[in-house]
Antibody, heavy 126, light 108 residues
Framework: QLQLQESGPGLMKPSETLSLTCSVSGGSISSSRYFWGWIRQPPGKGLEWIATFSSTGLTYYNPSLKSRLTISGDTSKNQYYLKLRSVTAADSAIYHC??????????????????WGQGTLVTVSS | SYELTQPPSVSVSPGQTANIACSGDGLGNKYASWYQQRPGHSPVVVIYEDTKRPSGIPERFSASNSGNTATLTISGTQAMDEADYYCQAWDSDTASYVFGTGTKVTVL
């Protein structure tokens, strides 16, 4: 059974760089059937997609965050990562990693998020 | 940027039908997914590829997508269906995934 586990700093200060790791077990991030993504949720608010990548080298970023983001993976460790630079209080949220099951890479793109990690809370405060 | 709009809340009596709308420009030309998020839990997909239910999702969950609106329908709503629901789609113009604003379903 696939499991995803996020890890992160918990508390950080404004202007720092957030580094998150998603450790995947029960499945391989090198599989071409899946993409791997990050989604965040400020406490009490809605879901916001952040970024997604594939082991074949495709990367997709939320346009509103793109200038501050880098997503990458390490197939040897079966982990993938997110870096978000110059954080502010507005970046405080629960950060989830999740797997996209790809039905069609497109066009048209048909996929869905079938497995999610439990999430890790990141708080940005001075 | 592409946006998906949902009503903030929907109330339904046990055993009745709840309809949750998700509106976006040309959404019917994209493929929508729906996610259920119970308090304190991670989201779970209940519908993908507009109308398909993953294994383990009850038949009372169904959906449609046409024009500018996708709709999630919960028939015979149960207390356990009380949760937040989010639609989601891929926008090819911006090469990005988009979530709807979310709807809180309350079973009265």
């Amino acid at each position: 059974q696939l499991q995803l586990q996020e890890s992160g700093p918990g508390l950080m200060k404004p202007s720092e760089t957030l580094s998150l790791t998603c450790s995947v077990s029960g499945g391989s991030i090198s599989s071409s059937r899946y993409f791997w993504g990050w989604i965040r949720q400020p406490p009490g608010k809605g879901l916001e997609w952040i970024a997604t990548f594939s082991s074949t080298g495709l990367t997709y970023y939320n346009p509103s965050l793109k200038s501050r983001l880098t997503i990458s993976g390490d197939t040897s460790k079966n982990q993938y990562y997110l870096k978000l630079r110059s954080v502010t209080a507005a970046d405080s949220a629960i950060y989830h990693c999740a797997r996209h099951t790809i039905i069609s890479a497109g066009p048209p793109r048909i996929d869905f998020l079938d497995s999610w990690g439990q999430g890790t809370l990141v708080t940005v405060s001075s | 940027s592409y946006e998906l709009t949902q009503p903030p809340s929907v109330s339904v009596s046990p055993g009745q039908t709840a309809n949750i709308a998700c509106s976006g420009d040309g959404l019917g030309n994209k493929y929508a997914s729906w996610y259920q998020q119970r308090p304190g839990h991670s989201p779970v997909v209940v519908i993908y590829e507009d109308t398909k239910r993953p294994s383990g999702i009850p038949e009372r969950f169904s959906a449609s997508n046409s024009g500018n609106t996708a709709t999630l329908t919960i028939s015979g709503t149960q207390a356990m269906d009380e949760a937040d629901y989010y639609c989601q789609a891929w926008d090819s113009d911006t090469a990005s995934y988009v979530f709807g604003t979310g709807t809180k379903v309350t079973v009265l």
